[in-house]
T-cell receptor, first 115, second 116 residues
């Protein structure tokens, strides 16, 4: 069965350090992978999209890598700040053939940046 | 810009009652979808629509109906609420482009629904 795995445990990082979050997937061959941020009581907010032919993508302090051989994406936040504390979700398109044609999300990793 | 607007923000229902969760977007997006988010389960796709008059089932469609009469609106109906439908419901929209998997999804802030 198709599956997306993110570290479900909270990730505690000291302010100023680089936070690295992992998204692993099985049985997919996605052309795109997306990352979202979700704050408590709010809907997810889009951060970055990376294509299968892109090894790396950057946006300000954010960097995403996409390794289609390892079936893994890494999400990095450099010079982390307490305001970066949130849950981060990875998402990709599900090709099930059964009509479930939308983005499938991982369960998310709760990131805590400690001052 | 309003983006994606969901109403109501909170709702408590009794088992067997019906209700409609409203979703409206002002970005002229063709693709709209409904997800539910439960602790430990993540976001799961309920129904989606690729344009007015076109809807299809997602991963967990049972107990829910949708319709898409306009580009802007995509209501989700619970015909006979059950406690298992207690959840947070999110509506999302995106442009279609060359395929909606390569388009950012814009989410509303959700409806928190409790079924007693």
């Amino acid at each position: 069965s198709q599956k997306i795995e993110q570290n479900s445990e909270a990730l505690n990082i000291q302010e100023g350090k680089t936070a690295t979050l992992t998204c692993n997937y099985t049985n997919y061959s996605p052309a795109y992978l997306q990352w979202y941020r979700q704050d408590p009581g709010r809907g997810p907010v889009f951060l970055l999209l990376i294509r299968e032919n892109e090894k790396e993508k950057r946006k300000e302090r954010l960097k995403v890598t996409f390794d289609t051989t390892l079936k893994q994406s890494l999400f990095h936040i450099t010079a982390s700040q307490p305001a970066d504390s949130a849950t981060y979700l990875c998402a990709l398109r599900l090709y099930s053939g059964g009509g479930a044609d939308g983005l499938t999300f991982g369960k998310g990793t709760h990131l805590i940046i400690q001052p | 810009n309003a983006g994606v607007t969901q109403t109501p923000k909170f709702q408590v229902l009794k088992t067997g009652q019906s209700m409609t969760l409203q979703c409206a977007q002002d970005m002229n997006h063709e693709y709209m979808s409904w997800y539910r988010q439960d602790p430990g389960m993540g976001l799961r796709l309920i129904h989606y629509s690729v344009g007015a008059g076109i809807t299809d089932q997602g991963e967990v469609p049972n107990g829910y109906n949708v319709s898409r009469s306009t580009t802007e609106d995509f209501p989700l109906r619970l015909l006979s609420a059950a406690p298992s439908q207690t959840s947070v419901y999110f509506c999302a929209s995106s442009a279609t482009g060359t395929g909606y998997s390569n388009q950012p999804q814009h989410f509303g802030d959700g409806t928190r629904l409790s079924i007693l």
